[in-house]
Structure formats: structure tokens, C-alpha cells
């Protein structure tokens, strides 16, 4: 079992930043994929972007050039900068851990962007 624990949500305007963490504890193997997704109001769950144990990443079209992903395997922990956020940015984001057929979910965390 991996639970995975989200920081670092909140309310900002658009055009600012923020930086959400997700800290992954329990029975985790080296090599893993890990990433972040978010559900707005009335959509479904959608992929955000994921990193693979090996740092190699993958976005949305929606946020390249704006979020970046990034993991520090020593302490299991996965990260998204969010810059440039928009209102459409604003849903619940879901910390996920994947190997193999494994998935493990974080309970989710916040993020409102105001216009």
C-alpha cells in the first residue's frame, strides 16, 4: 500500500503561482511513475502531468509552458509549480502513483484561481 499525502493549494489571481507537493509514503518501488490530475466542476478527472522514476515527464496541452513537474526520489516526493495560472486552472488536484497495475490516489487539494 502507497498513501500519498497533497500540500500547498489554495486561492490565488490569475497570472500568479503556486506549488503543490505530494509526499508518497509505504511500500514504494523505485521505479514508478507519478503524477499530478484535477477534476474542475462538472468534468471528469483529467491528466495534469506525470514523471517517471527516470525524470522523464509528460504534460497536458493545456499547461506546457506554464507547469512544471518535478520529483525528488530521496524523499518520494512529487512536485508541480503552476505559473501563469488561469480560472480554468481551478479544480481539485489528485496526487497519483502508478507501477505497473497499481494506483494509489491523494485525498486531493484545491487549487481557485480568481479572475
Known amino acids: 500500500q502507497v498513501q500519498l499525502v497533497e500540500s500547498g493549494g489554495g486561492l490565488v489571481q490569475a497570472g500568479g503561482s503556486l506549488r503543490l507537493s505530494c509526499a508518497a509514503s509505504?511500500?514504494?518501488?523505485?521505479?514508478?511513475?507519478m503524477g499530478w490530475y484535477r477534476r474542475a466542476p462538472g468534468k471528469q478527472r483529467e491528466l495534469v502531468a506525470t514523471i517517471t522514476s527516470g525524470a522523464m515527464t509528460a504534460y497536458a496541452d493545456s499547461v506546457k509552458g506554464r507547469f512544471t513537474i518535478s520529483r525528488d526520489n530521496a524523499k518520494n516526493t512529487v512536485y508541480l509549480q503552476m505559473n501563469s495560472l488561469k480560472p480554468e486552472d481551478t479544480a481539485v488536484y489528485y496526487c497519483?502513483?502508478?507501477?505497473?497495475?497499481?494506483?494509489?490516489w491523494g485525498q486531493g487539494t484545491q487549487v481557485t484561481v480568481s479572475s
Open positions: 509505504g511500500s514504494i518501488y523505485s521505479s514508478n511513475t
Open positions: 497519483n502513483y502508478k507501477r505497473s497495475f497499481y494506483n494509489a
